[in-house]
């Protein structure tokens, strides 16, 4: 591996090796100096400020099999005042060749660190992306990220990885001219960042050893033609990889660029997606659903190629919130090794999800992210085995087609996890303190005398108050 | 028979009367281990009529834990000694993290022994609500509920009659309450507190005594409250089903009364449970207050016996109580203020929350050992202040952090106290502590330094 201090190319910094092919599943091998080599296709955990929701560094660094993370710059840019105009990840002191953003959260100097300007998922922003900005929700609000403001933090973050600016539009589907638009400003943010990071004006000690994910729009291909040429002509030496948005995107790209690494924003909801947009050639996944189902309570539970011996199909996850759990000592699946299986079981996980406490949704994360690991652990072997395409078939035969709706409550969501409310909304949560309130009021009002509330009544009494009736002991 | 029975009227009557005007000579009652008590320090007749009287139905008091004692400082009353539980050994002094409901606060179980825990505690009032008795029976207790193979204490759900004591009501017979979960009205009795932690199989189960806040005014209703915890204690030993893996500790009460809480010390000594607690603390009475009540019980105990002081855990509370000759300690605050974005460190706490701390890219502590705290280069994450600022209130992550480095500083300071008393320079290490925590010496507490008086550590007067 090269040494990070002398100036390479992002190409030789990042290497990519893998049968070029078009619309079929296809193995590779990302390597980055430094980091932990990434067999594909792979997921790549995402993260929220920093961190995989509920496991903290060390829990992740033990228990995991983690070693890539995908971090949205949105989470990193709250207040700046004219005292302070920088963002703290862009402050801390770094050695040379190191990465600010990942020495900000700590995380492990092997692990592949990947920056876009927003979350994944994103949520859907108000105010619209602008010619030379889009729009990004921080913890504080919507602003606006300008296309110079993101090149100034990738120099300063120094991620493995950055994910280009897109103008993409959330929530509704862009009119035609919209369209032009989204294409003609992604081409400018392309053309101006890599120009920025390692144009030939740039001192060649100067030039970013970040490696570039130019976007793809989820457009049809005739719509940004223009920009998917120049993408193959004249961008193509300073980008190393390709960022896609919707599965239909695997069909758009072209043999030219068929051999750079894909990593696709395409939200999967189950795994039958995630193996659809493998068979279409996906190399790096991203898969909200895992998160989401450990916050709801749900264990992911299934293996590639299913190895079940019912013809009825099976779920693929259960919901852990479901009464059936309480006494229930099995591990969360089979003979699973996570650290969540090694040491715990069914019922202790529905006693904390039902008690609230944070515990759950760790064990949980850990168990659905071991869980994801397997699977495209699976789904590697299956290609190079050649039986991809049986298998998927005998997949979607094994296991039902949905994950289970959430039932319970999760986490309290914070702002920025939440889709922005209107004016006047009713509040977002039920109050949490204070429900038996009425309860004392009533027993209050029935207590003048003793500063101490310890009636002297016996249990009829407190029937009569209505505080309380007499329990059969 | 006190036992199910209620306050008797004479029983009130001795217990108002004064020491020495006793109504009744009840010498030729006491058993010859009470003789023994009594001549070595002459009790209040009333409190020998208890005790004597609930002797001759008490069952004997096997114990499941071993303490052996290492060294005692040669100034104050403070002492360094190693507790044999059936889920391994204690150092002692300890404080001991409090996993309400079978689970610290967002740690794993891998976590939490990293910081050196031994023992933490479970509370018997929230598992009987969740998961309850039955499913505790099933799985086979919290140990096996919650997959750590270390030390469970439980407490027995007395001290959440202070908490919630607006909601809640105490007869002879028991607490009744609301279930906070679903407002179901709950009876919990000696028998019922005893049973629960049977099922929830815990190294060490504490007795249900009568709470009540330290601060109240009603002398009588303590007064009333000590003498039924005395025979609570006695329900407690008789429902006791595994005393030989599960040991009872009793629970001295008597708020801020030195007078009564030395009838009860006498009283539950007599019991002989194998390891004694002093209750009733740490509800908002001052800090005068609650040294003058460790300070008497501690003198009033066997040295051969853990004592624990329950409810507390501030810092300077620990270190005080330790030289106050208490063992144990337990209290959620430095996991609860963990979650609130609260550091524990030397100087007192940071609220990392504040703005402050957003640039400030030190450890959460200097030279700190936790996980949290160490550089990557030591083994550790070397998280930073600034990214505790960033996670915190927003993301659980934060509070995991925080609650592993609160935790760490807890068990660390109990250490060092440990050690320093194993090296007889206990009265050193309480300079050190202080002069850290507080600088100047003008900003030292009385309280402190009024206690440390008492056990012959003078903080002003330098060495």
């Known amino acids: 591996m090269g040494s990070e201090s002398s100036p390479q190319s992002p190409d030789e910094m990042l290497s990519f090796n893998v049968t070029p092919s078009v619309l079929s599943p296809r193995l590779g091998r990302l390597a980055i100096a430094g980091r932990k080599p990434i067999s594909t296709p792979h997921y790549i955990p995402l993260s929220s400020r920093g961190i995989v929701p509920h496991i903290a560094q060390d829990v992740m660094r033990d228990h995991t099999a983690i070693g890539s993370l995908f971090v949205g710059l949105e989470d990193f840019l709250e207040r700046q005042t004219p005292k302070e105009p920088l963002p703290p990840a862009y402050m801390i002191p770094t050695a040379q060749g190191e990465s600010a953003l990942r020495k900000f959260i700590s995380l492990p100097d092997d692990f592949l660190l990947i920056m876009g300007p927003r979350r994944e998922p994103s ?7 602008t010619p030379n900005s889009v729009a990004i929700y921080t913890a504080v609000g919507f602003r606006q990220l300008e296309a110079r403001q ?8 120094n991620p493995d990885i950055v994910v280009g600016l897109a103008d993409l539009v959330l929530g509704h589907t862009p009119g035609l001219k919209r369209r032009g638009k989204m294409v003609d400003r992604t081409h400018a943010f392309t053309t101006h960042a890599t120009g920025q990071l390692y144009g030939s004006s740039v001192p060649i000690e100067n030039r970013s050893k970040t490696a570039y994910f130019a976007p793809v729009l989820p457009l049809e291909n005739a719509e940004q033609s223009i920009y998917m040429d120049d993408l193959e002509d004249e961008l193509r030496p300073h980008i190393s990889g390709l960022a896609l948005y919707e599965s239909a995107s695997l069909s758009a790209i072209s043999e030219p660029l068929g051999d ?47 190895n079940s011996t019912t013809t009825d199909p099976q779920p693929m996850a259960y919901d852990l919130w479901s009464s059936s759990y309480t006494t229930d000592t099995s591990t969360l699946s089979g003979s699973c090794q996570c650290f969540t299986c090694r040491n715990h079981h069914r019922a202790y996980i529905h006693h904390l ?11 949980l994360q850990i168990h659905n992210h071991h869980t994801m690991d397997a699977f495209f652990s699976q789904i590697r072997d299956s290609i190079a085995r050649d039986t991809f395409e049986t298998d998927v078939q005998a997949f979607q035969k094994a296991y039902v087609s949905e994950l289970p709706e959430p039932t319970g409550q999760g986490p309290r969501l914070r702002g920025y996890q939440l889709p922005a409310s209107g004016a006047n909304q009713p509040r977002r949560f039920p109050r949490v303190y204070g429900r038996l309130d009425d309860a004392v009021e009533k027993f209050t009002e029935s207590q003048s005398q003793s500063s101490v509330a310890t009636p002297d009544t016996g249990a009829d009494g407190l029937e009569e108050h209505g505080f309380a009736q007499k329990e059969i002991s | 028979m006190p036992i199910n029975a209620s306050p008797l009227p004479v029983w009130m009557k001795c217990f108002r009367a004064s020491p020495g005007t006793s109504p009744v000579n009840l010498t030729h009652l006491t058993s010859p281990a009470q003789g023994r008590l009594l001549a070595r320090r002459p009790s209040p007749p009333c409190g020998a009529r208890i005790a004597s009287m609930s002797t001759a139905t008490r069952k004997p008091m096997p114990s499941a834990l071993t303490l052996d004692l290492h060294a005692k400082c040669s100034t104050t009353k403070a002492r360094a000694s190693t507790l044999h539980l059936p889920h391994g050994s204690v150092p002692l002094p300890i404080f001991m993290p409090v996993a309400t409901q079978a689970s610290l606060k967002g740690l794993t179980y891998d976590q939490l022994k990293q910081t050196g825990c031994m023992l933490c505690l479970n509370n018997t009032y929230h598992l009987g609500l969740k998961p309850g008795q039955a499913v505790l029976d099933a799985v086979g207790g ?19 009659m202070v908490s919630l004591l607006k909601l809640a009501t105490v007869t002879e017979e028991g607490v009744r309450f609301l279930s906070p979960h679903d407002g179901t009205p709950m009876l919990l009795t000696p028998e019922h507190s005893i049973s629960l932690q049977n099922s929830i199989g815990s190294d060490i189960i504490m007795q249900l005594d009568d709470v009540i806040a330290t601060t109240s005014p009603d002398h009588a209703r303590i007064h009333e409250a000590m003498e039924r915890s005395v025979r609570w204690l006695d329900r407690c030993i008789d429902a006791h089903k595994y005393p030989e893996r599960q040991n009872l500790f009793c629970i001295i009460q008597g708020g801020l009364d030195l007078e009564l809480r030395k009838q009860c010390c006498e009283e539950m000594v007599a019991r002989d449970t194998p390891g004694i607690a002093i209750g009733g603390l740490s509800g908002g009475e001052a800090k005068e207050d609650f040294c003058r009540v460790v300070d008497t019980c501690t003198g009033l105990l066997p040295d051969h016996k853990p004592r624990y002081v329950m409810g507390v855990g501030y810092p300077e509370d620990l270190v005080v109580g330790v030289a106050l000759g208490a063992d144990m300690f337990d209290c959620v605050w430095p996991t609860r203020t963990a979650r609130f974005g609260n550091a524990v460190v030397p100087t007192g706490t940071l609220n990392l929350r504040h703005r402050s701390y957003a640039q400030d890219f030190r450890p959460v502590q ?14 550790g994450l070397g998280i930073t202040r600034a990214y505790i600022h960033h996670l915190t209130a927003k993301e659980t992550v934060g509070a995991h952090l925080l609650t592993m480095h609160n935790v760490h500083y807890q068990l660390t300071l109990m250490g ?7 090296e007889d320079r206990f009265p050193a290490f309480l300079r050190e502590f202080f002069g850290k925590l507080y600088g100047e010496k003008v900003n030292y507490p009385n309280w402190v330094i009024e206690a440390l008086r008492g056990v012959g550590v003078d903080l002003m007067v330098d060495p």
């Not at chain 1, 949520?123 to 992306?129: A, E, K, L």
């Not at chain 1, 993101?150 to 973050?157: D, E, G, R, S």
């Not at chain 1, 990593?263 to 999967?268: D, G, K, Q, Y």
């Open chain 1, 353 to 363: 999800l039902s008690a609230k406490e944070m515990l759950a949704w760790t064990l």
């Open chain 1, 123 to 129: 949520i859907t922003c108000p105010p619209s992306n």
């Open chain 1, 150 to 157: 993101y090149i100034h933090a990738v120099q300063n973050l």
């Open chain 1, 260 to 306: 750079l690494p894909r990593l696709l924003f395409s939200a999967p909801a189950t795994p039958h997606d995630i193996l659809r947009d493998v068979s279409l050639g996906a190399d790096l996944l991203t898969i909200p659903f895992v998160t989401v189902c450990s916050d709801a309570g749900i264990a992911l539970d299934f293996t590639f190629p299913a």
């Open chain 2, 366 to 379: 200097e030279d700190c050992t936790c996980p949290v705290c160490r550089s990557k280069e030591q083994g």
């Open chain 2, 142 to 160: 919290a140990h096996k509920l919650q997959g750590w193979d270390r030390n469970i204490l439980t407490d027995s759900g007395g001290f959440q």
């Open chain 2, 416 to 422: 060092s106290a440990r050690q320093a008393i194993l």
